[in-house]
């Protein structure tokens, strides 16, 4: 079994099952310990379907600008019924497609671009089918470290003409996309593309997620609808899994477990 010394905080492995239930018990024998994140806090994210839905329900809408969701679906199982399914949810192609699944993986991190209704019966259910959005091929990934607030640029999927549209069809994988490898931060980008978001914005939706999820660890990945210079979207949400790596994207780590404990 696991014995556990007197810690002044716990920083949670994000998959091990037998672990989470000697986390479980650990707590309520050591209710002076911070458990960072609870492990009944996390469980949604690992789903797609419900991971967005807070950002949703928030509606967040200020005078620095707003934050939506792209429209989406969920395909449990069925490819062939696939577009019939996102004719009659009136989505607009191309649309991006994720596992339903976000346990961490390098599969769960893969995505597809789907620009026509025949390629759609060449995913691979269960997934979530979300609308794209043009953003300029950029994206923001904001790192929440209790209080603190860390933003890095990513390349991602560039911007889907019309033309482009009429003419390319078909299905393009895509192994991962915001990764560290892809930063944009030192790249010659559009000033209109590259600006990041406004802080007071990103203050109130890092208040809000942290009260609505229950969690301190987390980041998420963020677009602006290209063309304008206030309109968000959050594309994805998911747990600090590389805890290491992300105390050296994010310095205010340190200090934030310094404070809590």
Not at 72 to 93: E, F, P, R, T, Y
Request: charged share 25%; hydrophobic share 40%.
């Amino acid at each position: 079994g696991y014995l556990f010394a007197t810690y002044t905080f716990v920083l949670r492995p994000i998959h091990l099952t037998f672990l989470t239930i000697y986390l479980q018990d650990y707590r309520q024998t050591h209710p002076e310990v911070t458990v960072l994140d609870p492990p009944d806090a996390i469980q949604h994210l690992h789903n797609r379907q419900s991971m967005l839905q807070c950002v949703a329900d928030m509606n967040l809408s200020t005078s620095y600008g707003r934050v939506g969701v792209p429209r989406q679906l969920v395909i449990k199982k069925d490819a062939s019924s696939i577009a019939d399914a996102v004719d009659k949810a009136g989505l607009i192609l191309p649309l991006v497609a994720k596992p339903l699944v976000a346990d961490g993986s390098a599969k769960s991190h893969e995505l597809s671009l789907a620009y026509d209704q025949y390629s759609l019966q060449k995913l691979e259910p269960p997934l979530v089918l979300q609308e794209f959005v043009n953003h300029g091929g950029v994206l923001f990934k904001v790192y929440i470290v209790g209080e603190a607030i860390k933003v890095v640029r990513r390349f991602s999927l560039p911007d889907v003409t019309k033309r482009e549209l009429s003419k390319v069809t078909g299905v393009f994988r895509f192994p991962r996309v915001s990764c560290a490898a892809a930063s944009a931060d030192d790249a010659d980008l559009d000033p209109s593309v590259a600006e990041l978001p406004p802080r007071p914005l990103l203050e109130r939706l890092a208040k809000e997620l942290r009260w609505r999820l229950g969690l301190r660890l987390f980041n998420l990945d963020i677009i602006r609808e290209h063309g304008t210079r206030d309109h968000f979207y959050a594309a994805d949400l998911e747990l600090l899994v590389k805890i290491l790596q992300g105390m050296g994207k994010c310095r205010g780590m340190n200090i934030y477990l310094q404070t809590s404990s």
